[in-house]
């Protein structure tokens, strides 16, 4: 990957003036013209969340609390996919032009775009170009002074490959920046609009360089979204501020706290008691519940999800591709469905969930079998079982609201093969850290879509380059699985790509690296004064255009949000 670095940031950006494009380009992607509503009255939004960030840069996590409380609130991106139609739209870019040969990307962004203001940092100018390339230039480039700050690890675009993709970052002008590709890649602008691909200040990075502060970046947060940064308490609440000048509508509220209550049944007390609008990860159990109290709005939203259960690939005896299989058939996933999901969800046979283009119903032997199972380990050499353990997260999200409950199932049944099953978890920060090193034998998790593009489901979670970041919690790599998945990006018709997909779901059922679980369905539970929620298919919950007023019933509201 060649960056040139400016004298300007001192080597912390990348610029280049480029030649004029050449012919051929089109236009992709119109821009939309910021809204003019008129601000209402100053209040506060209280969102009770189920766990603390990791820190308050998306760029170096994958994990959804942090997606929750950071993305959508402090940042934009260049583009961002619309949740109701699945398609890359005008974020910070307003009009995106791409060459013939789909190798280049430029980005025409909008003028007047103002950082946040706060008690550590006043910018001096507005968004340009060289905030741009600063952003992905530190995840990009190995030699950049910030691309260690923080660890050195970008999880989701290490996955992908994108320092391997994006040849040049070139700052064409203030307002224009082109990326240009080592080759096409059918899902490159969907994965520029997902929750990680965030835009940073320039300036402000370099004031921390100057201050010798670089790792406060990603700690004390400077972004352009709709509210900014005020203060934090680990384990206990996060205060945002409106951004006064932000460059879309103004926020309606002055503030959003985000009340950390990682009990689940202490969060739903504090909604009924008005100490929360906003409850973060209801489980089943919690909304048949709450359906019955007055002054409740109750959601059902379409949600690009899956859960598994992932196997330490690296580790005997899940090394071996038999003992994988043997246990993927003491997945009972109707008792898991009813159990952990009260029935809202649908047993997963694939990574993909239907709604997903690429989906395919294909027949397989997924059936819950201890007769199969037995036989299966016996033949793999373990007549007598083993003993494992099996990581259990410790928060709900949205694809497992209760792991603790299904791990239970799994460790019953694992007891009738002779496999002796010990549950672990830990706090969620903890639980991160050492899933994150590999020391577990086998986890129960899952994933939740960054974008439509069904490669979000395949090289983020199981290509060798996100066995080396750690976001393949399996450590399985696989050379034939990952040249199907790369083939399926280097072509653009949907067809040919579901193909190539499905050979490579094909390999995942032989060799069982995880074994898909459910797909669960989404909820959104809150006051019924609170509208404006959206609760993103493809990512992270936004208050960007949340609001408050006037109570309007006696009785919980129920309702259905349009499935993909």
């Known amino acids: 990957m060649k960056i040139n670095i400016s ?3 001192q080597k912390m950006t990348t610029k280049l003036l480029a030649n004029v494009f050449a012919t051929g380009l089109f236009v992709f992607l119109a ?12 209040n506060t939004l209280l969102y009770c ?3 603390s960030p990791d820190l308050f840069n998306p760029q170096l996590v994958t994990s959804g609390t942090t997606i929750d409380a950071v993305s959508n609130q402090l940042y934009n991106r260049l583009v961002k996919i619309n949740p109701q139609t699945g398609m890359v739209e005008s974020d910070l870019a307003r009009t995106v032009i791409i060459s013939e040969d789909k190798m280049r990307y430029r980005f025409y962004l909008r003028a007047g775009v103002e950082f946040h203001t706060t008690d550590y940092f006043t910018p001096t100018r507005t968004l340009n170009s060289e905030d741009v390339a600063f952003s992905f230039a530190r995840v990009f480039h190995s030699n950049h002074p910030y691309n260690k700050v923080g660890g050195g690890f970008y999880p989701f675009f290490d996955g992908v490959e994108f320092a391997q993709l994006v040849e040049q970052i070139i700052v064409v002008d203030d307002l224009t920046i082109e990326f240009r590709l080592t080759d096409p890649q059918a899902s490159f602008l969907a994965n520029m609009a997902t929750d990680f691909a965030i835009i940073l200040s320039a300036e402000y990075a370099e004031q921390l360089s100057e201050q010798g502060l670089e790792e406060n970046i990603d700690h004390y947060p400077i972004g352009t979204g709709p509210y900014k940064y005020e203060h934090y308490v680990t384990d206990r609440y996060i205060r945002y501020k409106k951004h006064e000048n932000y460059w879309a509508s103004q926020p309606n509220f002055e503030q959003v706290i985000f009340d950390i209550t990682p009990n689940n049944s202490n969060r739903v007390a504090k909604l009924l008691t008005k100490e929360c609008d906003i409850l973060g990860y209801p489980g089943a159990s919690d909304v048949q519940y709450l359906e019955n109290k007055n ?3 109750i959601v059902e939203a379409s949600s690009m999800n899956v859960s598994y259960w992932a196997f330490n690939t690296s580790e005997p005896p899940f090394d071996n591709p038999m003992v994988r299989k043997a246990l993927s058939y003491i997945v009972d996933r109707d008792a898991i469905i009813d159990a952990v999901y009260r029935n809202h969800a649908e047993p997963a046979s694939s990574l993909l969930p239907p709604n997903n283009w690429a989906y395919k119903k294909i027949d397989r032997n997924l059936d819950f079998s201890i007769e199969k199972a ?5 033949e793999a050499g373990y007549p007598d079982g083993f003993d494992m353990d099996i990581w259990a997260m410790p928060v709900q999200r949205v694809y497992n609201p209760n792991a603790g409950k299904m791990a239970e199932i799994l460790q019953q049944n694992l007891s009738l093969i002779g496999v002796n099953a010990n549950i672990v978890t830990y706090d969620w920060g903890t639980f991160r850290k050492k899933l994150a090193q590999g020391e577990h034998d086998s986890v129960l998790i899952g994933w939740l879509a960054d974008n439509s593009d069904p490669d979000n489901f395949f090289r983020p979670l199981l290509s060798c380059a996100a066995a080396f970041s750690g976001s393949n919690r399996s450590a399985w790599c696989n050379d034939e699985f990952d040249s199907k998945i790369l083939q399926a990006l280097s072509i653009t018709e949907p067809e040919q790509r579901k193909a190539f997909y499905q050979e490579a779901e094909n390999i995942l059922f032989e060799q069982v690296p995880l074994v898909p679980i459910a797909h669960a369905v ?7 004064n609170i509208s404006g929620v959206e609760l993103n298919p493809y990512g992270g919950i936004s208050f960007e255009n949340a609001k408050k007023h006037a109570k309007k019933t006696d009785k919980t509201t129920r309702a259905k949000e349009g499935k993909k």
């Open 7 to 9: 004298e300007k940031l």
């Open 31 to 42: 821009g939309c013209q910021p809204k003019n509503e008129t601000n209402l009255l100053a």
């Open 49 to 51: 969340s189920e766990g």
């Open 295 to 297: 002054g409740i709005d």
């Open 374 to 378: 037995k036989a299966m380990l016996t």
């Open 522 to 528: 989404r909820y959104r539970v809150n006051r019924d």
